[in-house]
């Protein structure tokens, strides 16, 4: 039997980012590599931004991400815990990843222990910034009330407005989604 003490940390997938590689494409790289950790994984920490968008209505959730999550559902129905925290681009989860996929949800940041170790563990926007105009931003993203008038929108147009909203965001900082440059910076994928 292999050894399954080994935890695996990632983020930033961005599924469903259309960029210089195609959103599919990168999935499936992301399920080649959940699947060659599987079996030596004691547990499995996502740490934010696993989707570009994720916007759960009551009863629909965003189109796409079938290999992933079907992946991600085989993991934890193993017995494997896999642990997802919610970035600023997929902090709108509801229950569908928890009660479907079985993964444990962590809406803010945690301190564990590994080993002996003691290690904080979060996605980070908005840690340690003084930039109160992001602050502002968060802190209406994650306002209940509005958060229910935004899913009283039809899915089409408030996944619409996310994806926009998405793109715009890195257009504004000076990413090239279809490059994944900055102005003037050196080569980075978004």
């Not at 980012?17 to 996502?46: D, F, Q």
């Not at 193993?78 to 509801?94: E, L, R």
């Not at 990843?97 to 908005?126: N, V």
């Amino acid at each position: 039997m292999k050894d399954k003490g080994k935890i695996f940390f990632a983020s930033d997938f961005h599924l469903g980012l259309h960029t210089g590689t195609p959103p599919l494409e990168r999935e499936k790289k992301v399920v080649a590599w959940l699947n060659s950790v599987a079996p030596h994984a004691k547990e499995i920490y996502l740490l934010g931004d696993i989707f570009d968008f994720w916007w759960e209505y009551k009863l629909v959730v965003p189109k796409g991400f079938t290999r992933f999550l079907g992946t991600v559902a085989s993991i934890t129905d193993s017995g494997i815990p896999v642990h997802f925290f919610t970035g600023n681009h997929d902090m709108w989860v509801g229950k569908y990843l928890q009660e479907e996929c079985g993964l444990i949800i962590h809406t803010s940041p945690i301190t564990t222990e590994f080993d002996g170790k003691r290690f904080h563990l979060a996605h980070g926007e908005g840690l340690g910034t003084k930039d109160r105009a992001y602050k502002i931003l968060l802190a209406i993203f994650r306002n209940r009330p509005l958060q229910k008038m935004y899913s009283s929108l039809h899915p089409a147009i408030g996944v619409g407005i996310g994806l926009k909203w998405s793109l715009s965001s890195r257009l504004g900082k000076g990413i090239n989604p279809l490059y994944g440059r900055r102005k003037g910076g050196p080569d980075k994928v978004c």
